[in-house]
């Protein structure tokens, strides 16, 4: 009897779940302090319920959470704590939790400053390294790489200070593993994005690991390399852009320009994605959603901010190469003719024309 049990109220949490996929905001405004209940008895881990009930409990409250409109968002909000206690509980859920998580650090950068997520970066970043230390499958470990990126991507310098053994992790993993694990993947993914949205950080990282000026040309190499191999059209996007800006500007990497030069020019014309935010080629934030959703408005502000994946990937290279000639007080040409072999102007040519026709077309 207590086994049909647990079955119909399994049942009645997925069919809930569908129930906001499907209605969307309407259902979470009109019903909120009904589902709620549900909700937090459900994800209760202190009952043995929980071993039955938290998969689909997770799912019905990540429904709620994006689903939910301005009005239901504060006593959401307020559930927080509660997912932090899940996530001390039990991993064996990290990648339901790891998008509850993500979620609610989008939201809470709009919340009030008496929202638990103010105070709670400590406890998030705490359990962001017990994470990666405890998980033993990648897929959980994507998760958790993939929530710090969203970390540092709307709360970067009020969560830098406390990342930077996470990302000095991140950078000795890049540096020494050759086999491209979808970890790795990625990781380099994170420090892409991280190097050029925020240099300053960036360059403050690598001079706290000591050597700079050697980790950077390591950097550099190694994302040249995962440039060339790479088949994943926003990762390739993703480390052409931190190449090229890394270039712009540190002048100590200008005898690596050739073998950039050799790799841009042969995937620029491929990589003309124009996208979101985006934590991967499959986990684009979709430019729609509920008009009336916290979370989706969430997405599309964003998207609009993040102007980088609507430049094209030759343009934005142009600017960069006439950006460091300016600082070595050469012409492009100058520059170009002492640096890189005659067969890479060839092609560099082609890309220059390639990118003109590409941005006439985007401006009419």
């Known amino acids: 009897a207590n086994e049909n049990h647990q079955a119909t109220r399994h049942t009645v949490l997925r069919l809930l779940s569908l129930v906001v996929t499907s209605m969307g905001s309407p259902v979470v405004a009109r019903y909120c302090e009904h589902l709620l209940p549900v909700t937090r008895v459900s994800v209760d881990v202190s009952s043995s319920d929980s071993l039955y009930l938290l998969h689909d409990g997770l799912d019905l409250w990540l429904q709620l959470l994006q689903y939910t409109p301005p009005k239901s968002l504060p006593v959401l909000m307020s559930m927080f704590p509660q997912l932090l206690v ?6 064996d859920e990290a990648i339901a939790s790891m998008d509850l998580l993500q979620t609610y650090i989008m939201l809470g950068v709009n919340a009030s400053s008496t929202s638990p997520l103010a105070s709670a970066l400590p406890a998030i970043v705490s359990v962001l390294n017990n994470g990666m230390e405890v998980l033993a499958f990648d897929q959980g470990r994507v998760q958790v790489v993939r929530t710090v990126n969203v970390l540092l991507q709307v709360l970067p310098l009020e969560a830098y200070e406390l990342l930077v053994p996470f990302l000095g992790y991140a950078l000795e993993r890049i540096l020494s593993d050759e086999e491209v694990t979808s970890i790795v993947l990625e ?32 950097l550099f190499d190694t994302l040249v390399e995962q440039l060339d191999r790479c088949r994943d059209i926003y990762q390739r996007k993703m480390t052409a852009l931190a190449l090229c800006a890394m270039l712009a500007r540190y002048p100590v990497l200008l005898p690596r320009l050739a073998s950039l030069i050799g790799v841009v020019t042969s995937v620029a014309i491929d990589v003309s994605y124009v996208g979101g935010l985006g934590l991967s080629d499959e986990d684009f934030f979709e430019e729609e959603g509920d008009e009336h959703s916290c979370y989706f408005a969430q997405q599309r502000r964003l998207s609009t901010q993040d102007f980088v994946y609507r430049l094209n990937l030759g343009a934005f290279f142009l600017e960069c190469l006439a950006e460091t000639a300016a600082t070595l007080g050469q012409s492009v040409n100058e520059m170009l003719q002492q640096r890189v072999e005659p067969a890479l102007l060839k092609q560099l040519a082609a890309l220059d024309t390639s990118a003109t026709a590409a941005t006439a077309a985007s401006s009419s």
């Open 187 to 218: 990781l380099h993914k994170l420090f892409s994005r991280f190097s050029f949205t925020h240099p300053t950080l960036f360059i403050q990282l690598l001079q706290a690991k000591g050597a700079a000026e050697e980790l950077l040309a390591g």
């Open 86 to 91: 899940v996530i001390d509980h039990t991993w």
